[in-house]
Each structure stands twice: as C-alpha cells, then as structure tokens.
T-cell receptor, first 115, second 109 residues
Framework: DAGVIQSPRHEVTEMGQEVTLRCKPI?????LFWYRQTMMRGLELLIY????????DSGMPEDRFSAKMPNASFSTLKIQPSEPRDSAVYFC?????????????FGQGTRLTVV | DQQVKQNSPSLSVQEGRISILNCDYT??????FLWYKKYPAEGPTFLIS?????DKNEDGRFTVFLNKSAKHLSLHIVPSQPGDSAVYFC????????FGTGTRLQVFP
C-alpha cells in the first residue's frame, strides 16, 4: 500500500483565497483525521471521521474551515477565505479502530503558506 | 486546554547513553498511549504504544512506561543513536488521538 497520500505537498496562496487540501487514506481504514502542526500547539486535531461520517469537529478553529469525506477513499479540508495565521503544516492520518493496539498512519503533510 | 503536555521542548544526549522523554496527560479516560517520531518534511511515524492496562511495553531499544496514578508517560531509548535525532510526540486517546507539543531529541557523537 502507498500509505496515506496528501496533495499538494506545498501550497502558497494569497490572503482571502480559497485553499483545498486533499487526502487519500489507506485502503480499508475506517477512521480519518486532520491535524495541524504549529510550533505553539504541536499537532492539533481539527476533525475526525469514522466510516465517512464526521464524529468530532470541535478542533476546527473557525467557520472558515470545513472538511468533507464523500467516500472511504477521499477527504478534503477547505479554508475559505484563507488568512496568514492559517500558515502551518496540515496532516491527514488514517487508522482502523484505535485503542486496540492499532496506530494511526500519517501522510507527509501539506505545508500551507498564506501571504 | 492542553490535555497532553510535553514540558521539555528539547533534549540533548550523547550517543550510547539513555534518552528519557516525558509526557503528562490530564484526562483519566484515555486508554491508549503512543509515541511518534517525526523527521523534518515527513509525517509522524509510529514508534511504540501502550494500553492503560499495562505499565510497561518494550520494543528493542525503546521502552514506554505508564504511571496512571500520576498520569505520566515516558519513553526510554537505550542506547541512543544519532539516527534517533528527531521530534518525538506523545499521544493519548480513545477513539481519537490527542498529541503533545513534541520534544526535539538530538543525539550527538
């Protein structure tokens, strides 16, 4: 398996523009997580899905952020409009059921820069 | 509100010695604990885990200790090697993982 695939790897956009980050989880995994990495907060959980259904979006910072999982093999994280403080590395991770000795696997991340 | 805390942002250890990374958590409902390792420009990779019913788990040079009464987790690496230099994240949770802020480990010759 190719692992969790994220695209793009790097994104530079102007303030106010819409940004869409994409994730393909590992086939067969039923949970998908979006994290944001910053120096101050480390790896911050934004939202997670189980069987394509959003379970907990309490980490989504503002209404400007939205996430979808239309099927088991694809998810998007959208920021509209983007702001400079959104600049960070965004990671997607997938797993089978956690808490039973099974870990989450991470993609390589998307480095977002909003200028 | 940081439910998982790594209070040491960095640690420097000589090759061959023991590295001890620490982590504290606040939520007593967490039943699963993990350590991840992260190199620059890569995603975190799983290192070792422990469930709440155990107090120790060992995998080669890596050992994780769990003290539930103190809500404290630690990772021991012995002997430390230069290739271990990376950022280490602890994570805890049930159906979702909450991560700490990370500790940058540098192993020097």
């Amino acid at each position: 398996d190719a692992g969790v695939i994220q695209s793009p790897r790097h994104e530079v956009t102007e303030m106010g523009q819409e940004v869409t980050l994409r994730c393909k989880p590992i086939s067969g995994h039923n949970s998908l997580f979006w994290y944001r990495q910053t120096m101050m907060r480390g790896l911050e959980l934004l939202i997670y899905f189980n069987n394509n259904v959003p379970i907990d979006d309490s980490g989504m910072p503002e209404d400007r952020f939205s996430a979808k999982m239309p099927n088991a093999s694809f998810s998007t994280l959208k920021i509209q409009p983007s702001e400079p403080r959104d600049s960070a590395v965004y990671f997607c991770a997938s797993s089978l059921v956690l808490g039973q000795g099974i870990e989450a696997f991470f993609g390589q991340g998307t480095r977002l820069t909003v200028v | 509100d940081q439910q998982v805390k790594q209070n040491s942002p960095s640690l420097s250890v000589q090759e061959g010695r023991i590295s001890i990374l620490n982590c504290d958590y606040t939520n007593s409902m967490f039943d699963y604990f993990l350590w991840y390792k992260k190199y620059p420009a890569e995603g975190p990779t799983f290192l070792i885990s422990i469930s709440s019913i155990k107090d120790k788990n060992e995998d080669g040079r890596f050992t994780v200790f769990l003290n539930k009464s103190a809500k404290h987790l630690s990772l021991h690496i012995v002997p430390s090697q230069p290739g271990d230099s990376a950022v280490y994240f602890c994570a805890a949770g049930t159906d979702k993982l909450i991560f700490g802020t990370g500790t940058r480990l540098q192993v020097f010759p």
